[in-house]
C-alpha cells in the first residue's frame, strides 16, 4: 500500500525550478517560487504632478505626461523617455518639455534606483533649453503599474534660468 501511495503521490508534473520542503510523511510538499512584483522590460506610460522652482519663474507647479521603455538585464536596469508638463503659478504659465535616459540599479523585484540625463526645452517667455541631470526611485506595485519619485536639475544652454523639477507619478507597464 505504501509503495501505491509513493508511486501515484510522484505522478504530478513538477516544474525545474519549484522548490520541495520535506514532511512528516515520505512524501515532500512542492511550493512554487512567488512571482515576481515587476518585469520592468517593455513599454510604459505615465501621469505625474511636478513641482518647479528656478529664479526667474519662482515656484511653478503643475502636472504631466510620459511615455518610455525599460530595459532590464539581471539586476540592471536602462531606458528612455519622452515628458511633457503644463506648469502655473510664480511668473505665469509655461509648458516643458523632455528628452531623458535612465540607467540604474534593481533592488529586489518591487525598487528600481536610477539615475538620469537628458534634455529639456521650456517654451515660456524666453523659450529656454537645459541640460538635465538627476535621478529617482521607482517602486513596482504590480506588474502593470509602479511609483515614481524623481528630482532633475536644468542646467541652461540657452537663457540663464536654472531649474530644480520634483515628480511624483504613476507609470503603467504594458
Do not use: C
Not at 39 to 62: C, D, L, M, P, R
Request: proline share 4%.
Amino acid at each position: 500500500l505504501s509503495a501505491l501511495l509513493l508511486a501515484a503521490g510522484g505522478a504530478d508534473a513538477r516544474a525545474a525550478d519549484l522548490i520541495s520542503y520535506p514532511t512528516s510523511t515520505h512524501q515532500q510538499m512542492t511550493v512554487a517560487p512567488p512571482e515576481p512584483a515587476a518585469t520592468w522590460n517593455g513599454f510604459y506610460a505615465g501621469i505625474y504632478g511636478v513641482g518647479q522652482n528656478s529664479a526667474k519663474g519662482g515656484a511653478q507647479y503643475g502636472g504631466g505626461i510620459d511615455l518610455g521603455v525599460n530595459a532590464a538585464f539581471n539586476f540592471v536596469l536602462v531606458g528612455g523617455e519622452l515628458a511633457v508638463q503644463g506648469l502655473g503659478g510664480g511668473a505665469g504659465t509655461t509648458s516643458y518639455a523632455q528628452a531623458v535616459g535612465r540607467g540604474g540599479v534593481l533592488v529586489g523585484d518591487s525598487l528600481a534606483l536610477y539615475g538620469a540625463a537628458g534634455y529639456g526645452i521650456d517654451t515660456g517667455t524666453p523659450d529656454e533649453t537645459d541640460v538635465l541631470a538627476g535621478g529617482g526611485l521607482e517602486y513596482a506595485l504590480s506588474n502593470s503599474v509602479s511609483l515614481r519619485a524623481q528630482y532633475l536639475h536644468a542646467s541652461p544652454v540657452t537663457g540663464a534660468n536654472p531649474k530644480n523639477h520634483i515628480t511624483l507619478g504613476a507609470q503603467f507597464h504594458f
